[in-house]
C-alpha cells in the first residue's frame, strides 16, 4: 500500500501515535506536519527559480 505498509502495520503506528500523543494533540501535529511541507515546497520552489536565473558578471573591467 504505502511503499510496502500494510493496512496492519500501518493501524499500529496509528495506535501507538494515539496512546503516546492521545486525541487531543493529532490534529496540531498534522497542522504542524502540514504548514512545514508548505514552507519546504515554496522553499524548494524559490531555490528552483534562483538556480534557473542568470548569473550577473559584475567584476567587469
Same mark, same amino acid.
Given at each position: 500500500?504505502? $511503499?510496502? /505498509? %500494510? /493496512?496492519?502495520? !500501518?493501524? #499500529? +503506528? !496509528?495506535? *501507538?501515535? !494515539? +496512546? #503516546?500523543? $492521545?486525541?487531543? &494533540? !493529532? =490534529?496540531? *501535529?498534522?497542522?504542524? #506536519?502540514?504548514?512545514? /511541507? &508548505?514552507?519546504? &515546497? %515554496?522553499?524548494?520552489s524559490e531555490?528552483?527559480?534562483?538556480?534557473?536565473? =542568470? #548569473?550577473e558578471d559584475?567584476?567587469?573591467?
Amino acid at each position: 500500500m504505502f $511503499g510496502g /505498509i %500494510s /493496512i496492519w502495520e !500501518l493501524s #499500529i +503506528i !496509528l495506535v *501507538i501515535v !494515539l +496512546i #503516546i500523543f $492521545g486525541a487531543g &494533540k !493529532l =490534529p496540531e *501535529i498534522g497542522s504542524g #506536519i502540514g504548514k512545514a /511541507i &508548505k514552507n519546504f &515546497k %515554496s522553499a524548494s520552489s524559490e531555490a528552483d527559480n534562483k538556480s534557473s536565473e =542568470p #548569473i550577473e558578471d559584475n567584476n567587469k573591467v
